[in-house]
């Protein structure tokens, strides 16, 4: 069942105290942005090395961001059925969720934090995510919504109908000591159509699709998104400090 807007449920996570993931003290967060799309496996294996070495206080907390090329990602519940037409490479993950596209145009954001140091709630940092995604979003006038019953961040689309919402951003997380990795994936002008070979984080209900910035007649880019990402996530989690645009080390 959906919620209505009058429904209690509809935001409880929109009533969670945020302001304890912005960490007292220590190094601000690294912040790395590629230009050249990176394959999954690379990024992975790249986000297992980091945070090994942040959980050992060996390096800083570090968030990525990048694009990748065309493929879908299935997370832990993931199931096969959702897969409707395998026109790109899948690969099982341990996020949490189930089956996305990822591919040029989309702004992915793989940010590991020390949760132990900031504060080891799960459920309050998937909502501090969401966070940064509604406010990233605000800079371009559009606004984001939560939805208790469907991870991610929706925006309203009355032009197409009553009850329609379109999903602009999706939400997959995982935790290795306390340590977060996995991230945010925000829309900003993928080709949507590669949606549709996929039920979208099991989505099926028709009046649910998928949308970006450009797609709601926003003529944004990667880099404005990327200007948006920094001033939300320090008005989230605090400051960060930005290094050369290259790949994790």
């Known amino acids: 069942m959906v919620n209505s807007p009058q429904n209690?449920?509809?935001?409880q996570r929109q009533e969670l105290d945020l302001t304890s993931f912005s960490a007292a003290g220590g190094d601000p967060v690294e912040w790395r942005i590629s230009d050249a799309p990176v394959p999954y496996a690379e990024a992975v294996a790249a986000m297992e090395a980091?945070?090994?070495?942040?959980?050992?206080?060996?390096?800083?907390?570090?968030?990525?961001?990048?694009?990748?090329?065309?493929?879908?990602?299935?997370?832990t519940s993931g199931k096969a059925t959702d897969l409707l037409d395998p026109r790109f490479p899948i690969f099982a993950t341990g996020r949490g969720g189930q089956?996305?596209?990822?591919?040029?145009?989309?702004?992915?954001a793989?940010?590991?934090?020390?949760?132990?140091?900031?504060?080891?709630?799960?459920?309050?940092?998937?909502?501090?995510?969401?966070?940064?995604?509604?406010?990233?979003?605000?800079?371009?006038?559009?606004?984001?919504?939560?939805?208790?019953?469907?991870?991610?961040?929706?925006?309203?689309?009355?032009?197409?109908?009553?009850?329609?919402?379109?999903?602009?951003a999706a939400i997959g997380v995982r935790l290795r000591r306390w340590?977060?990795?996995?991230?945010?994936?925000?829309n900003?002008?993928?080709?949507?159509?590669?949606?549709?070979?996929?039920?979208?984080?099991?989505?099926?209900?028709?009046?649910f699709g998928v949308t970006s910035l450009v797609d709601l007649g926003h003529p944004v880019g990667l880099a404005d998104v990327d200007i948006a990402l920094k001033q939300a996530f320090e008005d989230v989690f605090g400051p960060i400090e930005t290094r050369q645009r290259d790949a994790v080390t």
């Open 50 to 75: 980091r945070v090994a070495a942040i959980a050992a206080g060996e390096a800083a907390e570090l968030v990525w961001l990048l694009e990748h090329p065309s493929l879908y990602t299935s997370g």
């Open 110 to 168: 793989y940010v590991m934090l020390n949760l132990k140091r900031r504060r080891p709630d799960v459920r309050a940092y998937v909502a501090s995510l969401e966070e940064l995604i509604l406010r990233t979003l605000a800079a371009f006038n559009v606004r984001g919504e939560r939805r208790e019953d469907r991870v991610g961040v929706w925006v309203k689309r009355p032009d197409k109908g009553e009850g329609f919402e379109d999903k602009i």
């Open 179 to 186: 340590v977060s990795f996995h991230g945010i994936a925000i």
């Open 8 to 11: 209690p449920r509809q935001n």
């Open 188 to 207: 900003v002008e993928p080709e949507l159509s590669h949606f549709s070979a996929i039920v979208p984080c099991g989505v099926a209900d028709p009046r």
């Open 99 to 108: 089956l996305t596209y990822h591919g040029p145009g989309q702004r992915v």
